[in-house]
């Protein structure tokens, strides 16, 4: 009987696909031989985080099958069907050699914080895939203060004056020197490799009661100069060299590294000046004495592109002006009447930008010849430079001054010190401004 009922399905199977044209479920042979063109999509990463108005990457792969190539349009949708917020870029792309693509997520700045579960939608003609993606939204940081704004007290180790900075790759050193408290001179020299934690450094034999006003860095090694014509050098400023000479005992206030020169000046119109592109200006020898036609005492040096400035105070306000740095020339400069003690210049957009250590003024000329001031601070000032399209002045009482406007205004910056600030150096992605006290002073760039 058993073998009854299976003879009559097999027949009953056998009609079945008779009448359905030979074939299997009612689709066709020719179908299963040519399948339809298909793909599937992937992407890595799937989780993403970023800060709302900002944007984010991701790469889709499209693995074609059965031969699929052309277009495919691309979307973003919420898991839960609600309108998304988050661009996408491209809208669509072409499968063809390439099926890694690079897609750009957009977070507008608008969109709250959270966790946003997406699903990315590829459609070509009746084909439509999707992969799930989460995007992790975080709050955008404050911006950053403006540069030079805020200052951040650093621990110097001393209560000395401190009067230079200078700095080169995680190599910061700072100078100066006075009185200490068993009333004797006393040599300072600090270095540091993040301008946060400093240590000190022995001055040469010789130097160690010299104050040091002035430090640079310029050819591979820091150059310091101070009292009595004192020059000392330093590759790491940690181990420093007495450089002899015997051109001059007048007090050296600063020193410059311009186009491959050391230029140092001082008391009594000083100007010492060394090639650094010939000489090795760590020797007394390689350094020469010139005729700056002025017994007043020089403060600072720049180069405007064409020729050199040093300014410095005088009966009417020292300016001096040269092209090779051998031959100086007083550019008479009219103040207005005025008699300012001119310690630092600076030169942006076209225009000469002095400060006066006397009567408190900030100065402008085109020319140097005629002056006028358009600002008077509160307290005397002692130097000025120049961060890119901004003017840092430094002052008494803590002072740090910030301009936008190339001199014309000025606005107080937070120093949290009513120590008297002597100099600002441009150190990298560092500022850092030095005073008395032992007052080290830190800003981010």
């Known amino acids: 009987m058993v073998r009854v009922i299976y003879s009559l399905f097999i027949l009953t199977v056998a009609l079945l696909v008779s009448s359905c044209g030979g ?70 792309v072409n499968v063809g050699r390439n099926n890694n693509f690079q897609l750009t997520l957009s977070v507008p700045s608008s969109l709250p ?33 403006p540069v030079g704004e805020n200052w951040i007290p650093q621990n110097s180790g001393t209560t000395l004056p401190l009067w230079g900075a200078s700095c080169t ?40 009661t010299n104050t040091f006003y002035g430090v640079v860095y310029g050819n591979g090694f820091f150059v310091a100069v101070g009292y009595n014509g004192s020059i000392i050098a330093s590759q790491d400023g940690i181990n420093w060299v007495r450089v002899n000479h015997n051109l001059t005992t007048k007090t050296l206030y600063r020193v410059a590294y311009i186009n491959g020169y050391f230029v140092a000046m001082g008391q009594n119109g000083t100007i010492l000046v060394c090639n650094a592109n010939t000489s090795d200006c760590r020797q007394g020898a390689s350094w020469s004495l010139k005729t700056s036609g002025t017994t ?9 592109g064409q020729r050199y400035v040093m300014v410095g105070v005088g009966n009417v306000g020292t300016v001096l002006t040269s092209s090779d740095l051998n031959t100086w020339t007083n550019a008479n400069a009219n103040f207005g009447g005025d008699t300012p003690n001119l310690w630092g210049i600076a030169y942006i957009n076209g225009r000469y930008v002095a400060v006066s250590n006397n009567n408190n003024k900030v100065y402008l000329s085109q020319d140097l010849s005629v002056w006028t001031s358009p600002y008077t601070a509160q307290q005397r000032l002692t130097f000025v430079l120049k961060v890119n399209d901004l003017l840092l002045a430094t002052g008494d009482g803590g002072t740090i001054l910030r301009s936008t406007d190339g001199g014309q205004s000025w606005t107080l910056a937070n120093t949290g010190t009513s120590n008297k600030v002597n100099f600002v150096s ?10 008395d006290g032992g007052t080290v002073l830190t800003s981010r760039r």
């Open 426 to 435: 441009d150190c990298e992605s560092l500022l850092i401004a030095v005073g």
């Open 113 to 145: 914080t959270g966790t946003y579960r997406l699903s990315l939608k590829a459609t070509s003609g009746d084909i439509v895939k999707r992969a799930s993606i989460t995007i992790v939204v975080s709050e955008t940081p404050p911006p950053p203060p």
């Open 23 to 92: 074939g299997f479920g009612g689709v066709s042979s020719s179908l299963l031989e040519n399948p339809k063109p298909d793909f599937s999509i992937s992407l890595n990463p799937n989780t993403l985080s970023v800060q709302a108005g900002q944007s984010t990457n991701t790469t889709l792969t499209i693995t074609p099958q059965f031969g699929f190539s052309g277009n495919v349009a691309l979307s973003l949708e919420r898991e839960d069907g609600s309108p998304c917020m988050i661009g996408l870029s491209p809208s669509s």
């Open 169 to 208: 790759s995680g190599k910061y050193v700072v100078v100066g020197g006075g009185r200490n408290a068993q009333n004797q001179y006393e040599a300072v020299l600090l270095y540091s490799t993040d301008g946060t934690n400093w240590q000190r450094a022995q001055a040469p034999q010789g130097t160690e």
């Open 296 to 304: 007043q005492t020089l403060e600072w040096l720049i180069h405007d």
